[in-house]
């Protein structure tokens, strides 16, 4: 019984081992999100022991609070906000929560929207409701546009005094790496972005496009996610964007890194997507 009772504590050591350590490269593996959670796009946290996610298109309305052993604490439905395709989230400091529905593969959405929610943690019912800011980007004229101008599918924002910052994923062909970045108000209402310019993390179709990005509590330190690598822009002047010098950061990992958010002004938590040979798991990073 003793040899047995060996075994089965060797058995967990390793399986600890494997999902902790094991195909993660420079992340810290947290926990197993759960499977309603597979296709996991955005992600916000209130707190350093659960966050927020949604997933993006053909999922349901719906936010989910998760802790870090995996368990589903809530979920709320969201009213007024249906999700044609839910791509990030980020929160402001007055606690309200922000969905992107802005995911544009074939930059030929003309319903681009941001809901605003109020701070989820403290809705006591099973749904929460949500105010429009839509929006359009001025510089686009067709839709969709040829193939070497599909620069308006969007998965990154966050916010900042009274702003949410948009990043858009670069789907041109061929493939150039530019992301353009605007900013929208904060408030309900319609808008055309302000467009602030261009950044070019690199120029890898697999590796190059944003997925996800955060802005530190202090607001000193944004981080770009993509698959596989996180981008930092230090001290940064949000007026000046497009000039800022970007450090890359390789995980060392390739699997679909969606969603990024800081829990302090040096940790980061990140989320990727299940697939059928990887992903579906929160981590934790720490910059350096």
């Keep these: 019984m003793k040899l047995k009772a060996k075994n089965l504590s060797l058995q967990i050591v390793v399986l600890f081992l494997f999902y902790s350590c094991a195909n993660h490269g420079q992340l810290i593996y947290v926990t197993k999100l759960p499977k309603s959670l597979e296709e996991n796009s955005g992600i916000a946290a209130y707190n350093d022991n659960s966050a927020w996610f949604i997933e993006d298109s053909g999922n349901d309305d719906i936010i989910t609070k998760v802790d870090y052993r995996g368990e589903v604490l809530k979920e709320l439905k969201v009213k007024n906000g249906k999700n044609k395709d839910w791509e990030d989230l980020t929160e402001d400091k007055k606690g309200n929560l922000y969905i992107g529905d802005f995911g544009n593969n074939n930059s030929s959405r003309k319903n681009l929207v941001i809901y605003k929610l109020p701070n989820p ?51 041109a062909d061929p493939f150039t790496g530019e992301s353009l970045v605007y900013r929208v108000p904060d408030t309900k209402g319609d808008y055309e972005a302000e467009f602030l310019g261009k950044i070019t993390p690199c120029n890898d179709w697999d590796t190059c496009r944003i997925t996800s990005a955060d802005i530190s509590p202090d607001g000193k330190t944004v981080a770009l996610l993509s698959t596989g690598k996180i981008w930092t822009i230090s001290n940064v002047d949000l007026e000046d964007l497009p000039n800022s010098t970007l450090e890359e950061i390789d995980l060392l990992v390739r699997s679909q890194l969606e969603s990024i958010t800081f829990i302090d002004n040096t940790t980061l938590l990140l989320s990727d997507e299940e697939t059928k040979t990887d992903g579906g798991n929160l981590y934790k990073y720490e910059l350096k």
């Design 121 to 171: 943690e403290y809705e006591g019912g099973d749904h929460i409701t949500a105010e429009q800011i839509t929006f359009r980007y001025p510089e686009q004229k067709k839709f969709p546009p040829k193939k070497n101008e599909r620069l308006y599918d969007a998965e990154a924002f966050f916010h900042y005094n009274n702003y949410l910052y948009i990043f858009t994923k670069n789907r």
